[in-house]
């Protein structure tokens, strides 16, 4: 089992540019979910889908945040446009239906400069 | 509203000494309790997980964890600590039979280990 895999691991951008990343979530998990990591708000659910379909995305931090997910093996969070402010660390997770318990991808370190 | 509390931020314990990281929870019923690692530019993995049964449960890399319903606590704990446990430990908690909703994680309790 790969585990979740998340892409780029490390973006570094220009305040302005959309930033696209992408997550992988592990085979058969039908619920997947969006974090972001800083050291100073630590571990926030962004958005979580349960069988490809968003069920709460009050945690997007502004209308410049989007999340897709398109088929039960893929999605998006986009950010556009982005600013020095969400630089951070963004984690991926996924769950199956009949266990709670969530499976954490490496992360994409981005930096907005 | 459900909540977690991780009363310790930083922890500092020499290596072979024994390790207890506390959790409490606010909850209106036993919630799933969860215990996971994040060591340094990694994500979080799973340490351990309580649903029900033995209230003591063993996870990986040597770690346990007590779930004691009257206290409303999931103390984690290690009887020897290794310099490679040195890293950010969540406690992590979830409703019974609630589907795939979203776990609702402490604050992080940072654990550093000396010689």
């Known amino acids: 089992d790969a585990g979740v895999i998340q892409s780029p691991r490390h973006e570094v951008t220009e305040m302005g540019q959309e930033v696209t990343l992408r997550c992988k979530p592990i085979?058969?998990?039908?619920?997947l979910f969006w974090y972001r990591q800083t050291m100073m708000r630590g571990l926030e659910l962004l958005i979580y889908?349960?069988?490809?379909?968003?069920?709460?995305d009050s945690g997007m931090p502004e209308d410049r945040f989007s999340a897709k997910m398109p088929n039960a093996s893929f999605s998006t969070l986009k950010i556009q446009p982005s600013e020095p402010r969400d630089s951070a660390v963004y984690f991926c997770?996924?769950?199956?239906?009949?266990?709670?318990?969530?499976?954490f991808g490496p992360g994409t370190r981005l930096t907005v400069t | 509203a459900q909540s977690v509390t991780q009363p310790d931020i930083h922890i500092t314990v020499s290596e072979g000494a024994s390790l207890e990281l506390r959790c409490n929870y606010s909850?209106?019923?036993?919630?799933?309790l969860f215990w996971y690692v994040q060591s340094p530019g990694q994500g979080l993995q799973l340490l351990l997980k309580?649903?029900?049964?033995?209230?003591l449960v063993q996870g990986i890399k040597g770690f346990e964890a007590e779930f004691k319903r009257s206290q409303s606590s999931f103390n984690l704990r290690k009887p020897s600590v290794h310099w490679s446990d040195a890293a950010e430990y969540f406690c992590?908690?979830?409703?019974?039979?609630?589907?795939?909703?979203?776990?609702?994680f402490g604050k992080g309790t940072r654990l550093s280990v000396i010689a």
């Open positions: 085979s058969g998990h039908n619920s």
């Open positions: 889908f349960n069988n490809n379909v968003p069920i709460d």
């Open positions: 909850y209106g019923a036993t919630p799933y």
């Open positions: 309580y649903f029900s049964g033995d209230t």
């Open positions: 992590a908690v979830v409703r019974r039979n609630s589907g795939n909703t979203p776990l609702v």
């Open positions: 997770a996924s769950s199956n239906r009949d266990r709670n318990e969530q499976y």
